[in-house]
């Protein structure tokens, strides 16, 4: 599975946009982006994943750039609550292969007043 | 809906000692890990199951044994314990899914955090 690299640490203020980037440079055609979220001392939390479509849900919207070496994941309006540690992964979708997600050290958000 | 429940969620242990960790899912799911994470790193897997009586090894083994007797559980054992295996660890599971939708979406447990004296 392709690795990604994240910085390990943003700041954004409250109520404004959380831009998230993450680069996977050498992911390969049948590796989908996965991000995840971990709140202090709780489990992960799935977010939202893609493929090289722009995904939007609920939790964030993703962006993926064309030749999808890079992604950005954006929180639209941060809250306090969204402070944590958000994992970029890449990984095969599993099925048959039960293929595994392999968990960096992630980039801190820290959302402030 | 309980999803992915741990137990227990703490334990304090003494070195050469033994001790099982118990995940239990009600979600119906093929797949099953177990993670530890230790202060300021991501996790690291330690075992995994790909179904009912199947076990794997992940990136970091030693030490841990890992069986699935039965689809909703799946234990990790530790039959001497060492301050080294002093961590959180996370119980994930996932469905095997259908083209797009559900794909290697991991639904996680709370932890139990071991300490090893």
């Known amino acids: 599975d392709a690795k990604t690299t994240q910085p390990p640490s943003m700041d954004c203020a409250e109520g404004r946009a959380a831009n998230l980037p993450c680069n996977h440079s050498?992911?390969?055609?049948?590796?989908?982006v996965y991000w995840y979220r971990q709140i202090h001392s709780q489990g992960p939390q799935y977010i939202i994943h893609g493929l090289k479509n722009n995904e939007t849900n609920e939790m964030a919207s993703l962006i993926i750039t064309e030749d999808r070496k890079s992604s950005t994941l954006i929180l639209p309006h941060a809250t306090l609550r969204d402070t944590a540690v958000y994992y970029c992964?890449?990984?095969?979708?599993?099925?048959?292969?039960?293929?595994?997600?392999?968990f960096g050290e992630g980039t801190q958000l820290t959302v402030n007043p | 809906n309980a999803g992915v429940t741990q137990t227990p969620k703490f334990r304090v242990l003494k070195t050469g000692q033994s001790m099982t960790l118990l995940c239990a899912q009600d979600?119906?799911?093929?797949?099953m890990y177990w993670y530890r994470q230790d202060p300021g790193m991501g996790l690291r897997l330690i075992h995994y199951?790909?179904?009912?009586?199947?076990?794997a090894k992940g990136e970091v083994p030693d030490g841990y044994n890992v069986s699935r007797l039965k689809k909703q559980n799946f234990l990790l054992g530790l039959e001497s314990a060492a301050p080294s295996q002093t961590s959180v660890y996370f119980c994930?599971?996932?469905?095997?899914?259908?083209?797009?939708?559900?794909?290697?979406?991991?639904?996680f447990g709370a932890g139990s955090r071991l300490t090893v004296l």
């Open positions: 994930a599971s996932k469905n095997t899914g259908t083209a797009f939708s559900g794909a290697n979406v991991l639904t």
């Open positions: 992964i890449v990984g095969r979708r599993m099925e048959t292969s039960g293929s595994r997600l392999t």
């Open positions: 979600m119906n799911h093929e797949y």
């Open positions: 050498t992911i390969s055609g049948n590796e989908y």
């Open positions: 199951s790909v179904g009912e009586g199947t076990t």
